[in-house]
């Protein structure tokens, strides 16, 4: 299972997430894919997601429950997620939701963390607050010093632009935590997918 964990992609998360929904061949999991805007976290083309189905398959992670055709239309293979594949996607959360070195990845976990039950989402979103802070008191001792030893600001404006986005996600979590923290935020299966949501997967099986 590491070895698994370690290999997988942000684009093999969103496919394997995909599968939790219910099963899917890879064309339907594009076009899903498109109509939820995920390629704001991934890219997504053909050759990257069948790429990495058949990445997930021999890892064991997905696999094969059926070949159909509609049509003149091309066969499609359709993938169901593994038990394996289920438990992979957890573990990688678990993996990339506390760092503050991989925005890419966190953004993904993020998308994904409704999988894990609602105390370990906070005590993980808690330990990222803690190294986000710790980034920040760092990185605005490192401004203090090198404005205190008289480098121009014109050199320092990606650090002024890091500490803007940190403050920006510090207060970003002060709000989120005890949010999921209430028992009326709908958490997990708690949570009821609105019409429009189900028709997308209806409009991506088309």
Do not use: C
């Amino acid at each position: 299972m590491t070895n698994a964990v370690a290999r997988l992609t942000p684009l093999g998360v969103a496919v394997l997430a995909l599968l939790s929904e219910g099963d899917m061949h890879p064309y339907e999991m594009i076009r899903l894919m498109h109509l939820r805007r995920d390629d704001r976290l991934v890219t997504i083309t053909n050759g990257t997601v069948y790429h990495t189905v058949g990445r997930l398959e021999r890892a064991g992670l997905i696999a094969e429950v059926g070949v159909d055709r509609d049509g003149n239309r091309p066969e499609r293979t359709t993938y169901t997620q593994t038990d394996a594949g289920a438990a992979a996607v957890l573990e990688w959360v678990r993996r990339e939701l506390p760092r503050v070195d991989r925005p890419a990845e966190f953004r993904v976990a993020l998308a994904e963390v409704h999988g894990l039950e609602r105390d370990e989402a906070i005590t993980l979103l808690g330990d990222r607050r803690t190294a986000l802070a710790e980034a920040l008191e760092s990185l605005t001792a490192g401004h203090r010093h090198a404005l205190d030893k008289g480098v121009p600001e014109q050199y320092l404006l990606e650090i002024s632009r890091e500490l803007a986005l940190l403050r920006a996600e510090l207060a970003w979590m002060d709000e989120t935590i005890p949010r999921i923290a209430n028992p009326d935020f709908a958490w997990g299966p708690d949570a009821t997918p609105s019409e429009r949501y189900l028709a997308q997967r209806k409009a991506a099986r088309q």
